[in-house]
């Protein structure tokens, strides 16, 4: 150290320490300030939105009914969309992890094609396309699936209106997302270490059960983000079901604005469709989060 610094440093009356404490201090007092002004911001927007609300009271009265139909139909088509995604995503990744090279060549030819595609032309193509030509070769859907529910005696569920736009919806959506879950349930395989793998095998486990005990518990903690990500997309995708005359909560959204003269009430209406959509997509969300959380305490 030179002397200069030495006696910089003692002439110094304040210590290099205290001005960095004073330093740090300031900055805590602005992020606290910074802070309290986005959390009175953010109430303040909360409060004039409420009052937006409040404002076209009577169109929401009027016009809730036809919302929570619509709301109860999107949340219907989701969950068995979702589902039957999650059955072609893991169909689709272990053929993709498949040993057989035709079998990976098919996955890969499903993915590519699915994700290289819009989703709009592909429900199009499965409502019009694939109900012609079942209509052409004599096959009625609506009469298999109703026969089979008689058996089971659930054949009030089933209603002859609109039988297509539900199946073909419901094939198209989870047929698509099932390519994007196939590629998310691969890397997530993949992401185990495959050293556990061999440990395993070692031990005398088979890969039944390297799969079920080791493998698969550890990769659901790194789909639960892609995975939820794909399901908000997916809710927010049964949109474009409206445009197969399916009625859900987009539809209901469109009908109900669209006869709208005043550009006030218009907007309102789409305002209070997407609020929707908001409900249903960020519980989902928080929920991805607090599961991620209490499965990362493991790690």
């Not at 080791?214 to 927010?236: E, K, S, Y």
Request: aromatic share 14%; net charge neutral; proline share 4%.
């Amino acid at each position: 150290m030179s002397e200069i610094y030495k006696e910089q440093i003692a002439s110094d009356p304040v210590p290099a320490t205290t001005r960095l404490d004073r330093l740090a201090a300031r900055k805590r007092i602005i992020l606290l300030i910074l802070d309290v002004l986005f959390f009175i911001v953010a109430f303040v927007l909360v409060l004039a939105f409420c009052y937006y609300l409040y404002s076209y009271r009577q169109l929401l009265v009027l016009y809730l009914p036809v919302f929570l139909d619509g709301l109860r139909v999107t949340i219907w088509i989701s969950l068995v969309s979702v589902v039957l995604a999650i059955i072609f995503g893991l169909l689709g990744a272990f053929a993709r992890l498949s040993r057989f090279a035709v079998v990976r060549w098919l996955a890969m030819i499903y993915v590519e094609v699915v994700r290289g595609t819009p989703i709009l032309v592909q429900l199009l193509l499965w409502y019009f396309g694939f109900g012609a030509v079942l209509t052409q070769m004599g096959i009625d859907p609506y009469r298999i699936v109703y026969s089979l529910a008689t058996t089971l005696q659930i054949n009030s569920l089933f209603q002859d209106s609109n039988f297509d736009a539900y199946l073909f919806g419901i094939i198209g959506l989870s047929f698509n997302y099932g390519a994007y879950l196939t590629e998310v349930f691969r890397s997530g395989i993949q992401s185990v270490e495959h050293g556990q793998s061999e440990a395993a095998l070692s031990l005398g486990m088979n890969s039944r059960q390297i799969m079920r005990h080791i493998i698969f518990p550890q990769a659901i903690r790194m789909v639960i983000p892609p995975f939820t990500n794909n399901f908000i997309t997916l809710i927010q995708d049964s949109a474009l079901l409206s445009i197969v005359g399916l009625e859900e909560l987009e539809h209901a959204t469109f009908a109900l604005a669209l006869p709208q003269v005043n550009p006030g009430n218009k907007m309102f209406v789409f305002i209070f469709g997407a609020l929707f959509y908001l409900v249903i997509c960020y519980p989902l969300s928080l929920f991805a989060h607090y599961c991620e959380a209490r499965i990362a305490k493991a790690y």
